[in-house]
């Protein structure tokens, strides 16, 4: 196949999936994953989709990718970050945990710890940590979406009830100015309540949310007590980080 009628193939299956796999594509366009791996460096560099480990997705600013591909993007580093997160929080804790898969990886690595009390608007996670017996775990009313999360100004009237040690912050996309963006205004709405009544602010991003783009603006990227991620972010982002002495953990 043509390099061009591949390019042109791969923005179709991306456009229609909303994110497909290297191998995937590797198997439709028969060619190596090696060759995908170039026709997608190629397509991101162009700004005609958005290169993830492990596959694309399509390059939008107005609607998140599906639930189910945003649980396999980027796994690895998002376990890797979740890791050291859960590392940094002390047993007998009180913390938020929003929205995101991300998020959702740090549940799961808080699992080991005692005493904890969760503050949750996501439904994945108050279903992986509800079971631990010594855990305390509350979950805010509201609108159900279909990813588990829960929106709504009954969902942010209840956040801003607490006053706790630690928030938990997943994010869909970071600008160069230090943005934190999101899609959905209700969700916005109910993280910034968080950033609000949060005693110190853990962000977890992976590297492909610098420079994502999404047209809702939670806050910036200098309110954050510490960011993790997996790979060192721009030199922009470094250099707004340094100033505002926010701890960066390359996980």
Not at 111 to 127: F, K, M, S, Y
């Amino acid at each position: 196949m043509a390099k061009q009628s591949r390019h042109d193939l791969i923005l179709k299956l991306v456009s229609e999936h909303g994110y497909i796999s290297i191998e995937e594509l590797a198997s439709r366009c028969q060619v190596t994953p090696q060759t995908i791996r170039r026709d997608l460096n190629e397509l991101a560099d162009n700004q005609q989709l958005s290169r993830h480990h492990g596959g694309a997705a399509t390059n939008t600013s107005v609607a998140n990718a599906a639930y189910s591909e945003r649980r396999v993007m980027q796994h690895e580093q998002k376990q890797r970050i979740a890791q050291t997160i859960a590392d940094s929080i002390p047993n007998f804790s009180s913390l938020f945990i929003n929205i995101g898969t991300t998020t959702e990886e740090v549940a799961k690595a808080l699992l080991h710890h005692t005493g904890l009390q969760i503050i949750t608007n996501n439904l994945n996670v108050a279903n992986i940590l509800c079971n631990k017996e010594d855990f305390d775990v509350l979950i805010a009313g509201g609108t159900v979406r279909k990813d588990g999360g829960i929106v709504g100004q009954g969902t942010e009237d209840f956040i801003n009830q607490f006053k706790v040690d630690f928030a938990i912050l997943g994010i869909s996309g970071i600008d160069e100015d230090g943005a934190l963006l999101d899609y959905d205004y209700r969700e916005v709405r109910v993280s910034q309540a968080i950033l609000k009544n949060s005693r110190q602010v853990l962000l977890a991003a992976d590297h492909t949310k610098f420079g994502r783009n999404a047209t809702i603006r939670l806050g910036n990227i200098t309110e954050a007590s510490q960011v993790f991620t997996d790979q060192m972010p721009p030199l922009s982002i470094k250099q707004l980080l340094k100033e505002h002495k926010v701890t960066l953990n390359v996980c």
